[in-house]
């Protein structure tokens, strides 16, 4: 389960990156707070987007499906 913090971590820091010291660095203009705005709401929206396909492929809702004889297979010789 350790390896499955390094790309939390990973992807946390880097949106956390995008839309907390991004926004710093918006040169002045009469549209700046806009652009900052516009630049938070992305890094917020791709973290939200990625955490819930991360989440989802992490524990699925759906396993593969087998037929009997499959199934016979694996207990007979597993």
Do not use: H
Request: glycine content about 4%.
């Amino acid at each position: 389960m350790v390896s499955a913090v390094i790309p939390f971590l990973f992807f946390t820091v880097f949106w956390g990156i995008i839309g907390f010291v991004v926004p710093i660095l918006i040169p002045r203009s009469d549209n700046r707070a806009l652009i900052q705005t516009l630049v938070m709401l992305t890094a917020a929206c791709c973290y939200l987007f990625w955490l819930c396909v991360w989440l989802s492929q992490l524990n699925p809702l759906i396993g593969p499906i087998l037929s009997k004889d499959v199934i016979w297979m694996i207990t007979e010789y597993w």
